[in-house]
Structure formats: C-alpha cells, structure tokens
C-alpha cells in the first residue's frame, strides 16, 4: 500500500486515525507492517501490500 | 497445454502465457467482471470527473474501479475476500480489505460504487466459500445492501453520490426505503432486462444536498 492510503482508512471500531509500522517496504511502497488505532489501540496488519482492516471478529470467520 | 510446469511452481509468473497456480486460485475464487459489472462502470463512468476520489466496495477482479481510472478518477477498492484484494492489486487498484465501507474515513469520496451480492439465498446454502459469499445477499438478497446503505453516506463528501447495482429480485423498493431512512434519496440511472431478472444502476446523494 502507498503510504497516502493512510489519508483516508480509519480504524473500523471507531473511526480513529491509524499509525503506521512499517517493517517492509518496497519501491515506495509498504510490503508488511501494522496498523494501530490511535485511540483503542487495536492493531491491523498489512500483508503482501494490502492492509487488513477487518474486525477483529471478523478476521477469522471467514471461509479459507 | 503444452506448457512444463515443474511440480510446486506454486507462483509461476504466467510466463509460458497462462496465469500461474496462485493467480489461476484467486481467479476461481474472486467473482469476475459480468453483465451487472458492466452496467454499473458504464453508468458511472459518465458520471464521474476527472481526479474524483473513489472507492468500489466489493472490489472483486477490480474492474469498476479500473473503469473510473480510466475516466479520470482516483479510485481504492475494497473487499472482503483477500483473493479479490489480491487480484485487484494486481490489476493496478489500490486494495483494502475491510467490511463495506467501515474501515474508511468520513467525508472521504466524491463516488463510491457497489455491485453486491444480490441473489436470495436459503440460509443453510449460505458462504460455503467466497464464490458464493460474491453472489448471495441472503435471504431477502439485502443482507450486504441494507448495511452499505447505512454507512455510506457517511463517507460521502457532501456533493459525493453512491452507485448502486441493484436487481429485480432484491425488491429495489426496500432498498430505496432503506436509503432514505439513512437521509439518501435516488434515483434510477440506468437498467437492462435479462430473462429472469431486470438490472438497475440505482444513484444515491444526500437528501440535503
């Protein structure tokens, strides 16, 4: 992900910015790395590129 | 089939011509462009300006999205399945994965578009995988409309507009009931008959606006 998608994702609890951690970067771009509610603390991850900003509880129910 | 694919060539690059094994999985499970595709970019495509910020929930192969690009806008697509936010990477479109329009900033886009899963479906034939999570909107076929409508004003600029793909068989009637009771009015843009099914591009803004 490009690090100017941060101008418009929120936490999906509630609505709060996100911080970044990025651990990988490639060509610009962020490859692996976190991102964490500012306010809940609750803490997404990226993967190959793209972020994961389910809910917690909807992380794990979907099919494989 | 001629091509030598060495065993556990499990990312093959499509070199030989063909997509790879991983490429070839998402492809079998990320619904792909159709006729409702189609109707929903075209319908939007006139509508939308050069360097509008848009968002497709329910990315998919990234299509609709890849079609506002074209027409000048910057578009992000979303989707629940991380086979579809794969593919629509791949097809150039930013991805995020996240529940509808949930994990986005309010007042954040000029057109947000969705094709959903729209076909009533009994409940116990329900998301057996993401193919069938792509296409079954539930019992009533709204069970990805109603909560879309109920957040996506929200992340609405104040001028923005949502666009809709909407059928027949999910009671457009309900849906415009359910807009409106989140402050949206719409309106129809554009439709297309098929034998068991009429299709609608439904347009929603604020009914302020």
């Known amino acids: 992900m490009k690090e100017d998608l941060l101008d418009i994702v929120c936490c999906p609890l509630d609505k709060h910015d996100l911080e970044l951690d990025a651990t990988e970067r490639e060509d ?3 490859v692996t790395g976190t991102l964490t509610c500012t306010e809940c603390g609750e803490t997404y991850p990226i993967e190959d590129g793209i ?3 389910l809910p917690p509880d909807m992380r794990d129910e979907a099919p494989a | 089939m001629s091509g030598e694919q060495s065993a556990g060539d499990e990312t093959g690059d499509g070199s030989d011509g063909k997509p790879g094994l991983a490429a070839q999985r998402d492809m079998e499970q990320v ?3 159709a006729e409702d595709s189609k109707l ?7 509508r939308v300006g050069e360097g509008d910020r848009t968002l497709d929930v329910g990315t998919g192969s990234g299509y609709v999205a890849a079609r506002m690009r074209e027409a000048g806008a910057e578009a992000v697509g979303t989707d629940l399945n991380p086979h579809a936010c794969r593919q629509a990477t791949e097809a150039g479109i930013p991805a995020v994965r996240a529940d509808l329009t949930g994990a986005f900033d309010a007042e954040s886009f000029d057109v947000v578009t ?3 899963p729209y076909l009533p479906t009994e409940p116990e034939k ?3 995988d993401w193919m069938e999570r792509a296409l079954s909107g539930g019992e009533d076929g709204r069970a990805a409309i109603d909560p879309f409508l109920d957040d996506v004003a929200r992340v609405l600029r104040p001028t ?3 666009y809709l793909l909407v059928s027949s068989l999910t009671d457009p009637d309900a849906v415009r009931e359910r807009a409106a009771a989140n402050g949206l009015v719409g309106e129809e843009v554009a439709s297309e008959s098929h034998p068991f099914e009429t299709l ?3 347009r929603f803004e604020r009914a302020e606006a």
């Open chain 1, 28 to 30: 610009g771009e962020i």
């Open chain 1, 51 to 53: 972020p994961n900003l």
């Open chain 2, 31 to 33: 619904y792909q462009p």
């Open chain 2, 40 to 46: 929903l970019a075209d319908a939007v495509v006139e």
């Open chain 2, 114 to 116: 969705f094709n959903p």
């Open chain 2, 126 to 128: 329900e998301w057996d």
């Open chain 2, 160 to 162: 923005g507009a949502a």
């Open chain 2, 200 to 202: 609608l591009v439904m």
